[in-house]
């Protein structure tokens, strides 16, 4: 049984060891893309012929449970630290800080204070800690100094540069005589014009192949540059898009004083700020105002949408049901797509494929959260993860070499299991030699001499 078990570990070890060293040689190589708002069945809607390219060469998981709210600011905050949005800080677009007595806005470019995002400690910054290098081309946060923190390399956020300018970028940072290890990439589309015409429109098909035009250009480039070989590529999103209607419009106004309250962050999840003393008056007057409008305090907030536990989540929610939008009068209504919903909503879920040599090929996974990212991001960059609520256990089944072991401390764990094997497979050894040696005294005594010899040597070995 004993000597069974070690041969069987010898095995697994010979699968994974060598896995970890050239892993240490070759310098892993990882870039993670965000097209915002590219919902999980766009693939389907028109050819995306580059998707499903890499989908037949990579792994593709169909169903990703994103975080709430499923909004631009919180998800991308989700993937790059594997924490709730009540965990990480960065809770929505807009945000007030009642300590701080501060205001964060996606939509005023107000995002460069510091304190929105120093919650939590995201993967460039862990991976700079670790020695090595970071090349963002303008994902959320990432041109922020976090923790006293720019990435090595980054690009200041201005939408007018073009997705080849930002791809040129970081295939320069991953080709220098520096080579970054981490690149994150972020595209606007197919996001802006999902709000513009909802994803139900006929012309989101154009805006889709042309996103998918954008994947076949990076993956040209990366070749042209011999990187599409070598490099783990995961093409994800932040969140999907749900069709909006004039028809479906809540308007807060029907029901209460705007002057009792402040909006804090807008459909179709309405953080509500009331004014001194207003709190029952606001809550009681939302609770009972719409049949598709679910109204919480802070600390009724169900536990499933891990969305409660932050100083920056106000108290007052007012949670759309999907496809409606929370108003404060319908003259506000802009958008045909909207999201920010519940993230259980299949509309919600966002893309995920992922190609390189660390992935399986022609794979499908049914599901994992988006939390599970981060763990599987520091698995291939080989950096230690920090404490997350992620799982590796449910993505190492994307792997191309089979994972027996723990991200967390990873090499250390497979070392000391490995010692601790070899050492428990000696002591095996050393007991049946002494209990031949035992047996052999008793019926041969002329022996004993030999056997003592031969397990010496063993036990200093
Ligand atoms: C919060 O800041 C605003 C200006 O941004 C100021 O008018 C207000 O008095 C401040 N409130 C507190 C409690 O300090
Ligand atoms: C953003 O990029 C455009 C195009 O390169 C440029 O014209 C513009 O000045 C940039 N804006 C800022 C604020 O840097
Ligand atoms: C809106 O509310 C009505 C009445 O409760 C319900 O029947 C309907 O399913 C709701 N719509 C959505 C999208 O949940
Ligand atoms: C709501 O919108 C209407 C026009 O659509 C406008 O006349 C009215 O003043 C608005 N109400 C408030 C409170 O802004
Ligand atoms: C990919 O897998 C599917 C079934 O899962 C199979 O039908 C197809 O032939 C495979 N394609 C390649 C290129 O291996
Ligand atoms: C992920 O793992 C957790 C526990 O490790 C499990 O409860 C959950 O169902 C898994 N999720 C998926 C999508 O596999
Ligand atoms: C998420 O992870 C953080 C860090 O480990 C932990 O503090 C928090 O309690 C976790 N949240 C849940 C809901 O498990």
Redesign the pocket.
């Known amino acids: 049984m004993a000597l069974n078990g070690y041969w069987r570990f010898m095995a697994i070890c010979t699968l994974t060891f060598p896995g970890t060293f050239s892993f240490q040689q070759d310098q892993p190589k990882v870039l993670l893309l965000s097209f915002d708002g590219f919902r999980w069945d766009y693939i389907y809607k028109v050819p995306t012929p580059n998707f499903h390219a890499v989908m037949k060469n990579g792994v593709h998981v169909k169903h990703v449970t994103n975080v709430f709210v499923t909004k631009t600011y919180p998800n991308h905050y989700t993937m790059v630290t594997g924490l709730y949005a009540e965990t990480h800080g960065v809770v929505a677009n807009e945000m007030y800080d009642p300590i701080l007595n501060q205001t964060f806005s996606m939509n005023h470019l107000d995002i460069y204070n510091s304190r929105f995002w120093e919650e939590a400690c995201p993967i460039w910054v862990t991976n700079q800690m670790e020695g090595h290098r970071s090349g963002d081309a303008m994902w959320p946060g990432t041109d922020v100094k976090i923790h006293g923190v720019f990435p090595t390399h980054y690009m200041?956020y201005?939408e007018?540069?073009s997705f080849e300018e930002r791809v040129a970028k970081l295939i320069g940072w991953f080709t220098s005589e520096e080579p970054i290890n981490l690149g994150l990439l972020y595209w606007e589309q197919p996001d802006e014009m999902g709000h513009i015409f909802g994803p139900e429109n006929p012309l989101m098909g154009a805006v889709i192949s042309e996103t998918d035009g954008k994947l076949g250009y990076l993956v040209s480039e990366l070749k042209k540059a011999k990187l599409w070989d070598m490099l783990n590529v995961i093409i994800t999103s932040d969140h999907g898009m749900a069709q909006s209607s004039r028809e479906r419009v809540i308007e807060l106004d029907q029901y209460v004083d705007r002057d009792l309250y402040t909006m804090i962050d807008h459909s179709p999840v309405v953080a509500i700020l009331p004014k001194e003393g207003q709190l029952d008056q606001v809550y009681k007057a939302l609770a009972i105002a719409h049949p598709n409008m679910t109204v919480y305090k802070k600390e009724k907030i169900p536990n499933r949408l891990h969305y409660k536990h932050n100083h920056k989540i106000q108290p007052i929610l007012a949670v759309a049901d999907k496809g409606w939008e929370i108003l404060q009068n319908k003259s506000d209504f802009s958008v045909l797509g909207n999201h920010g919903y519940d993230n259980t909503l299949p509309e919600m879920h966002p893309i995920l494929v992922a190609h390189g040599p660390a992935f399986r090929k022609n794979v499908s996974k049914e599901a994992m959260s988006s939390t599970d990212l981060y763990p599987l991001l520091c698995y291939l960059l080989g950096i230690s993860p920090l404490p997350n609520n992620g799982s590796f256990d449910n993505v190492t089944d994307m792997l191309a070499v089979a994972v027996k072991i723990r991200p967390t401390s990873y090499e250390q764990e497979s070392y000391a299991y490995f010692i601790g094997v070899f050492l428990g497979s000696i002591l095996v050894i050393v007991f049946l030699l002494v209990f031949i040696k035992h047996l052999t005294h008793s019926q041969l005594p002329t022996v004993q001499v030999q056997h003592t010899e031969i397990a010496q040597p063993l036990l200093q070995g």
């Open positions: 200041l201005n007018s540069i």
